[in-house]
């Protein structure tokens, strides 16, 4: 008997996709050589399972901030902004995100995760009541475990079945957290905020959003769905990263909510955890000036988001509701994801595999992410190996009936 | 309407038949996770189901709580006050 044996078909699975040679939760690049290209060996690697949405992580600016960070703070700040002090770089990134947001209060979290468990933990206290929906991110319902509040999930996307819900607590005391995300990680949809904005006027509940996913790609200034959606002042609490968009690593919340400082010396997530180094926060404050002063990255990503997910639905794929720059592609089974995502690789074009319990309703996706950094030849070969792959493993029809369907 | 356990014993049976890759016997002593295959989220999804069926709400940490389908039916019932 070992300590890891409750694992054993777990680790029967995963040493089998080693002994494929083609793991797709192990994949090391050697290499890498721009926001959409690396190396594995001596070959040349297309990167499309990044979300590095607005392809900022070469960026020259974004690059000279953090080397200047680096050498006039130093290399890491050594622990928490609680216990060992915040360097100026903290207090100028939350003063951005606060005014970017037009929000009075912003505090900066060590990564997104923990700006959400370190968020929803403190929020909602042991009489209150989060309310979550069904396809959250796993940040989400960590922070939900970390705090002691009673928490329930409701149908994904689906307003009515959270005011049921809500309805079902009736009177009871404490206050109504309701959780949604801008675009769902897993197959790219977005939420209908306004009608959950709705639904959290009538009862009386706060709203929170992460923007993980839409911040940089939703919105008329890239503030994400709350701005798409025209409901920011409904939104009490938006939460977001700096690890997609943004192309580094780090994560936030913002909001107008009086007192809200208290938060610091209350979420464990903030308080028991060493900050962000300076370089990072350098690079994060140059990434989010480049989001807000060039709306172009914003187009040329939804222009390739919609070439590649129109040219996967045309060949035949099953795809998510939403041409959003979150693509993924349904397949029939995990074997089939595995199989095709490797084929993809050997072909020098990198996806990535999604597998329940990670993705909603039992589903096998092969996932992709688009940047505003691809070219459309890029755009355009990915689709030709989607094609050429899936048209060999039988997944959609051959080209000369795909032709005629399309015409 | 008055809902007894052997009601909302065979809810959820009827609930689960249907979504099982192949027959199962069911009874209050068959696990989930073992038995039934089920991972942590398609259990949630099944008990959101059910849910509706019985205008009741089953916190996450209740569901945790439960291993087999017995347990099921007796959260279900003290959350529906069932006597
Ligand atoms: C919706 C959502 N929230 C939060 C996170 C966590 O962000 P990070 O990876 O920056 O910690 C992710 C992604 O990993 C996510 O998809």
Redesign the interface.
């Known amino acids: 008997m070992s300590l890891l044996d409750k694992f054993a078909s777990l680790r029967a699975a995963y040493d089998g996709l080693e002994s494929s040679r083609a793991n797709p939760f192990n994949v090391a690049f050697d290499r890498v050589l721009s926001p959409t290209e690396a190396k594995i060996g001596d070959r040349d690697i297309l990167l499309l399972g990044t979300n590095n949405y607005l392809g900022l992580t070469y960026d020259p600016a974004v690059i000279a901030r953090a080397v200047e960070a680096i050498e006039t703070f130093g290399s890491g700040t050594t622990g928490s902004r609680i216990a060992n002090g915040s360097y100026d770089g903290h207090m100028r990134l939350e003063r951005a995100l606060a005014d970017f947001y037009g929000r009075r209060h912003a505090m900066v979290f060590s990564t997104g995760y923990q700006a959400n468990v370190g968020m929803l933990s403190a929020l909602a206290g042991k009489n209150d009541h989060l309310l979550l929906d069904a396809d959250c991110h796993a940040s989400i319902y960590d922070g939900a475990r970390l705090g002691h509040a009673q928490v329930t999930r409701f149908r994904h996307n689906d307003p009515d079945d959270l005011a049921i819900r809500l309805r079902r607590l009736g009177d009871t005391q404490g206050d109504k957290i309701i959780v949604v995300e801008g675009i769902y990680s897993m197959l790219g949809d977005s939420a209908p905020l306004r009608e959950f904005a709705a639904v959290k006027r009538e009862w009386g509940a706060y709203l929170v959003v992460d923007e993980a996913h839409s911040l940089g790609v939703l919105g008329e200034t890239g503030r994400g769905l709350a701005e798409a959606a025209g409901v920011e002042d409904d939104v009490d609490f938006i939460v977001g990263t700096f690890s997609k968009s943004l192309g580094g690593v780090g994560g936030f919340c913002v909001s107008d909510l009086d007192g809200f400082d208290i938060l610091r010396v209350v979420s464990r997530p903030y308080m028991f955890t060493a900050s962000l180094p300076p370089s990072v926060v350098a690079a994060a404050l140059e990434a989010l000036r480049q989001l807000r002063a060039r709306p172009v990255l914003r187009k040329r990503l939804m222009d390739n988001a919609r070439r590649y997910y129109d040219g996967l639905a045309e060949l035949g794929f099953d795809l998510g509701p939403e041409p959003n720059p979150v693509v993924s592609a349904i397949m029939p089974d995990p074997e089939s994801a595995f199989a095709f995502w490797s084929r993809l690789l050997d072909a020098g074009l990198y996806t990535n595999v999604s597998l329940p319990p990670a993705t909603p309703k039992g589903l096998a996706l092969l996932r992709s992410s688009v940047s505003a950094a691809h070219t459309p030849s890029q755009i355009d070969h990915a689709l030709s190996l989607f094609a050429e792959v899936g048209r060999s493993m039988g997944l959609i029809a051959p080209a000369r009936l795909a032709l005629r369907a399309a015409g | 309407m008055n809902t007894s356990i052997g009601d909302i014993r065979q809810i959820v049976f009827d609930t689960l038949r249907p979504s099982l890759q192949r027959p199962v016997p069911l009874s209050d002593a068959t696990n989930i996770v073992n038995d039934l295959g089920l991972?942590?989220?398609?259990m949630?999804?099944f008990v959101?189901e059910i849910e509706?069926r019985l205008?009741?709400?089953?916190?996450?940490?209740r569901i945790a709580e439960i291993e087999s389908l017995g347990d099921l039916v007796r959260t279900l019932r003290e959350l529906k006050g069932v006597p």
């Open positions: 991972d942590s989220v398609a949630m999804d959101m509706n205008d009741i709400s089953v916190p996450l940490d």
